[in-house]
């Protein structure tokens, strides 16, 4: 089963059309990948930025949007691995609201190391947590 966690569209997402104004999807997703990093990954943001001098930056992303959303609405965000690479790693994120689905955001990652500002390879240990859910996508 893919990762899922949720977000709750609060009054600071809407527009005066009274729907998420679309860069909170931005920020939405970046929350989701906290979460999945925190708990798929076992690595944290703190431990990741603060204690390791790493990070996770997109490098390349597109949105496909399919039904508004509005105040109060409460989004399953779905993330699932498709590729990893030396240093990065290709996510998609599908968002629904009890069921329907909403958006679909792809993305590339790298594991970045921010002191130098270049990328590194994935640790073994964090390679080996993207490629287990990269199996588990392929058997669902």
Not at 98 to 113: F, I, K, P, S
Request: charged share 25%.
């Amino acid at each position: 089963m893919a990762f899922e966690t949720t977000v709750l569209v609060r009054f600071g997402d809407i527009d005066g059309a009274g729907i998420v104004f679309y860069p909170r999807f931005f920020e939405m997703l970046n929350s989701a990948v906290e979460d999945w990093c925190a708990q798929e990954l076992q690595l944290d943001f703190h431990t990741m930025h603060m204690v390791l001098g790493m990070g996770i930056p997109i490098v390349d992303i597109a949105a496909t949007f399919a039904v508004p959303s509005v105040l109060g609405d409460v989004l399953t965000v779905r993330i699932v691995p498709q590729a990893i690479g030396k240093s990065s790693c290709r996510l998609k994120a599908d968002f629904s609201c009890h069921g329907e689905h909403r958006l679909t955001m792809e993305m590339t990652v790298v594991w970045m190391n921010l002191a130098k500002r270049k990328s590194e390879p994935w640790p073994l240990e964090i390679r080996e947590r993207i490629e287990t859910g990269l199996t588990r996508e392929l058997k669902a």
